[in-house]
């Protein structure tokens, strides 16, 4: 998760035992991406960046907002001492078991052709003004020390969803650093990226920031996939 100081000269982060298996997700997902008409591919080599829009309802929007609004709190990161400078928004895993959680859910798993079990759960996000996520990736460090345990629960993360439930006044975009590809939030458009290269290693140029919100109030969803079963 944690960025070196210069990312142009980023080290490898550490062994990659889930090398095959997130190659064969890309694939998997590459394909079924290409083949849908209402997937956007962003026209970048280096990098697999989709977007769609309208892809939830400005009801469904309202409803996960308030879903997200009675658990969020001060968000954290697996490196803790880089989540506490880094990202000062609000998040929170929703309720799995509402029924607009599994429809949402269902609905990315089905986009993305991912086996269910293999999804994070749904993470909402709120960020006041003020409140970003200064850059990252969405990928794990194999030689830090959460490695242990998130390896046990499912292994690499392969690809991120994010959907946009709330128009933002001024600020806030999601912002992919080294590409120059900024997308402003607009309320039930869904992002999506692979986190790896094509033959399966972590791809730096993932990295990606929530810009400041400058004026008003951003809400997200995001649910992050694994290379096996989650949990």
Not at 79 to 107: C, F, I, K, Q
Not at 110 to 134: C, H, M, N, S
């Amino acid at each position: 998760m944690q960025p070196p100081a210069d990312y142009n000269t980023a080290p490898a982060p550490g062994p990659n035992p889930d090398k095959a298996a997130l190659a064969r997700v890309g694939r998997q997902v590459r394909a079924r991406l290409a083949a849908d008409p209402g997937a956007y591919r962003f026209p970048v080599e280096s990098a697999e960046i989709y977007a769609l829009g309208d892809f939830l309802s400005t009801d469904e929007c309202a409803g996960m907002i308030e879903l997200i609004d009675k658990v969020a709190r001060p968000s954290s990161a697996f490196d803790v001492d880089y989540g506490a400078r880094h990202r000062t928004s609000y998040s929170g895993d929703v309720d799995r078991g509402a029924p607009l959680v599994r429809m949402v859910e269902r609905r990315i798993d089905d986009l993305l052709g991912i086996d269910p079990d293999f999804g994070e759960a749904v993470q909402g996000q709120r960020y006041l003004t003020g409140q970003e996520f200064k850059p990252h990736c969405d990928w794990f460090w194999t030689k830090a020390d959460y490695w242990k345990t998130v390896s046990k629960q499912g292994g690499q993360r392969s690809w991120t969803a994010m959907a946009y439930l709330s128009a933002v006044e001024e600020g806030g975009e999601t912002m992919f650093t080294r590409l120059g590809i900024s997308v402003p939030p607009q309320p039930g458009a869904l992002l999506v990226w692979n986190n790896t290269c094509p033959d399966g290693s972590p791809n730096w140029d993932t990295l990606h920031a929530g810009m400041p919100v400058l004026r008003g109030v951003k809400y997200v969803i995001t649910k992050w996939y694994r290379t096996r079963t989650w949990g």
